[in-house]
């Protein structure tokens, strides 16, 4: 579903943001993508999503090269970046109906989507009003609702836990394990080592910019006895 092939971006000479980064996510798996600060992450899921282009490698979505048919790419997935980013002066029921134009789905699917997600996340009273008036978090979760309504085959988040409440971080658990059980495949970064363990098939970890393991936790582990949080402390140790 998801292919990088040795992905590397420099932003300028001296520095490699991301070095030579391979990797394959089959159809249904769910990956967690994890790294210290600055380890690259923003900028690999950037590339993945067309907003940045890779200084060196190809990246590959649904057997389509992102870097030569763009919008042929863009179709299989849908993106929720680490800041909900927004249009403010229009109503949440039309930045919705907007993404399900784009993606075309039905009147009648939209219609059902968008009341399930938006009343999971409790925000559908607020639909109908501008989105300048919505909280940090009510954003975010327009953004994820917006985000599901294609049932994409490939759904990417960056940090998609951070700013929301228990419950609504819950819900969208929840709706993330359904999207794979249905064939759906999920890339997503996180600083939170237990919803990386609770929720992936797999775990992706960077450190400077480079791949440093990416495989089963049982596999990363080792040994059984470890947490996720000692091997990533391990792994990523910066002196
Ligand atoms: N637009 C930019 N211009 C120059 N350097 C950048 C730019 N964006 C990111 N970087 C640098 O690239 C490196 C990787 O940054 P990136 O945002 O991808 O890390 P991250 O793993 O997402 O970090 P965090 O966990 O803090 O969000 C950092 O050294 C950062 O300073």
Redesign the pocket.
Known sequence: MLVLKNVTKA??KSKR?VDNISLEIKKGEIIGFI?P???????TIKMITGILSPTEGSIIINGVDISKAPVKAKKNFTYVP?HPAIFDAIKGIDYLNFIADMYEVSLKDRRKKIERFTKAFQIYDALPKTINSYSHGMRQKLLLSGALLPNPNLFILDEPLVGLDPHSAKILKDLMREHCENGGTIFF?S?VLEVVENLCHRVAIINKGKLVACDKLETIKKNKNITLEEVFLEMTKNE
């Open positions: 932003y300028d943001a790294g600060n600055g380890a690259g992450k923003t900028t680490d970064s600083h």
